[in-house]
Every structure is written in structure tokens, then in C-alpha cells.
């Protein structure tokens, strides 16, 4: 089973916070993502990261912002929410370092309402 | 642009019956996997493969490699009502680790 957390579960905020949506996994994995998934839609790569200290942006253009600078945490914020942002943000991890695995192992996710 | 098909879009079955799913694409792939979403929670490797013709088992679910590397079937055995949910296909076909995702199919059980 993936060790692999994502808080909070639900968040809900109103438009203009700013809000970060933690990730952290503890199976020492040094590939870590970020995708975004509207309610029984594909999922979508917004950013990844292949180690410490770098973050490139996926195939779906997003307005927040990653950083990577423990190999265990990959947050992601949103400095001005609005309400297009409502989605839910899954969080990845995968390949033991130095393995060429691809297998990637999910978070629960978390579920962003912006009113 | 969806370089996978994944099909069907959607099932519905009644208990006890076999289902069947496959991904295809025009490119060849080397890594398939198969996950499944239960609402409101992260994917969850079903089956990882990861050589062309491979046939791997998980309890009732049985997934195969496609010879030509371009697809992969997902095979579920006597469903049960815990099976529902949505069933995705990805697959890596480049060195770079990020995967490539079909649009799921919405597996429904009859009441």
C-alpha cells in the first residue's frame, strides 16, 4: 500500500485567497505530481517534479505554483483562487531513486471549492 | 490531444457477470497500467505491466500487455458490487516518466 497523504481531504474558500494543498509521501520516491480531475473526468498533469529543486509544468496550463524542496513534499499553491479552480487536485509519487519504474501511486486527493 | 482510447466509455452489468476493458493507441507503449477510482479518492494500481505480452492476475482481475505494445485489455471475473467505480488506463511511452492517461470506463452493476 502507497504511503502517500494529501491534506486537507475538502476545502472550501472564497475567491482571492490564497491556499496551498500539502503532499507528502514517505516511500522515499523521487518523481512526484500534480494532477487536476473534474468529477469522473481523465486526469490531467499540471506539474511534476523529477527531484529536489525541480518543478516543470504539465500538459494543462495552471495558474499555481509548485516547490520540491524536500524530496518527502511537493506543495502546490494557489495564490488568488477563483471559482475556475474548483476541481479536485490528485497528488502522485513514483520510482525508488535510481529505478526506472513508472508506476505512479496516488494521494486521496483534495477537493477544492472556491465560491 | 487523447493519444488512448479506452473503451467502453461506460458498463453496466449485473452481479456475477465477466467485464471486459481495453486501452488502444497508435503509438507504442512501453508500461501499461490499470487503476481503479472510487469517488472522492485517488486512483489505485490494480496491475502494473510492463513487457509486451505479459499477462498478469490480481485475485478476480486479469490484464494483458498487447504484443504489438499498442494496447492493453483489463479483464474482471464474477463482478460484485464493490467493483463499481471507474477503471483507467495509462501507459508511458517515452523515457520520461510521465504517463498518458484514457478517459475511463464508468463500470455500473445493475440492481
Known amino acids: 500500500e502507497a504511503d502517500i497523504y494529501q491534506t486537507p481531504r475538502y476545502l472550501v474558500i472564497g475567491t482571492g485567497k490564497k491556499i496551498t494543498l500539502e503532499c507528502s509521501q514517505t516511500m522515499g520516491h523521487d518523481k512526484m505530481y500534480w494532477y487536476q480531475q473534474d468529477p469522473g473526468m481523465e486526469l490531467h498533469l499540471i506539474h511534476y517534479?523529477?527531484?529536489?529543486?525541480?518543478?516543470e509544468k504539465g500538459d494543462l496550463s495552471s495558474e499555481s505554483t509548485v516547490s520540491r524542496i524536500r524530496t518527502e513534499h511537493f506543495p502546490l499553491t494557489l495564490e488568488s483562487a477563483r471559482p475556475s479552480h474548483t476541481s479536485q487536485y490528485l497528488c502522485?509519487?513514483?520510482?525508488?531513486?535510481?529505478?526506472?519504474?513508472?508506476?505512479?501511486?496516488f494521494g486521496p486527493g483534495t477537493r477544492l471549492t472556491v465560491l | 490531444g487523447q493519444q488512448l482510447n479506452q473503451s467502453p466509455q461506460s458498463m453496466f452489468i449485473q452481479e456475477g457477470e465477466d467485464v471486459s476493458m481495453n486501452c488502444t493507441s497508435s503509438s507504442i507503449f512501453n508500461t501499461w497500467l490499470w487503476y481503479k477510482q472510487d469517488p472522492g479518492e485517488g486512483p489505485v494500481l490494480l496491475i502494473a505491466?510492463?513487457?509486451a505480452g505479459e499477462l498478469t492476475s490480481n485475485g478476480r482481475l486479469t490484464a494483458q500487455f498487447g504484443i504489438t505494445r499498442k494496447d492493453s485489455f483489463l479483464n474482471i471475473s464474477a463482478s460484485i458490487p464493490s467493483d463499481v467505480g471507474i477503471y483507467f488506463c495509462?501507459?508511458?511511452?517515452?523515457?520520461?516518466?510521465?504517463?498518458?492517461w484514457g478517459a475511463g470506463t464508468k463500470l455500473i452493476i445493475k440492481p
Open positions: 505491466l510492463y513487457k
Open positions: 502522485a509519487s513514483s520510482g525508488d531513486l535510481g529505478s526506472t519504474t513508472d508506476t505512479q501511486y
Open positions: 495509462a501507459g508511458n511511452k517515452d523515457s520520461n516518466y510521465q504517463l498518458i
Open positions: 517534479s523529477y527531484g529536489v529543486n525541480s518543478t
